[in-house]
């Protein structure tokens, strides 16, 4: 069946949740936790996952490295990679305002030094800093799974 790939961070097991999916309980990090309530939201209908705390067996050491041999192609066949930054924090909404605005200047094939310049928007750019320093982009798994992705959805 058609499904999304996620990629995030794990981040700590020292604060982890217990959540249940389809009747089980599994244990998983408050960033799995906050990703999976986020998704929950979607009113568009139902959609399949796959998220590796919760698909691969962690606790199966050949399952484990069974799967670490198929994650490319697991990226690659999803219809869509959801990539989890983590919650809205220190103005990432402003970070992902002057992404979208670089694009726009660019598409029209406006100068997009005047955005860079304009003293306006400096927070803009401390905001998007900040973005770029988040655990995410530390994954050497980044690469893979958004690089492989048909389509990738921040």
Request: proline share 4%.
């Amino acid at each position: 069946p058609p499904y999304h790939a996620l990629s995030y961070t794990w981040g700590s097991w020292e604060d982890s949740e217990d959540i249940y999916l389809e009747g089980c309980m599994y244990k998983v990090t408050k960033n799995l936790a906050a990703v999976l309530r986020r998704l929950a939201q979607d009113t568009s209908g139902p959609q399949n996952f796959w998220i590796d705390a919760i698909c691969i067996n962690q606790d199966d050491p050949y399952e484990r490295n069974h799967q670490v041999k198929k994650m490319r192609a697991i990226y690659e066949q999803a219809d869509c990679v959801k990539i989890w930054l983590g919650e809205e924090e220190q103005r990432s909404d402003l970070a992902f305002t002057l992404a979208h605005q670089l694009v726009d200047y660019n598409a029209r094939g406006e100068d997009t030094s005047l955005l860079i310049n304009d003293p306006r928007i400096a927070r803009h750019f401390r905001a998007f800093q900040l973005l770029l320093w988040r655990p995410y982009w530390r994954r050497v798994w980044v690469i893979q799974e958004v690089y492989s992705a048909k389509q990738a959805e921040v």
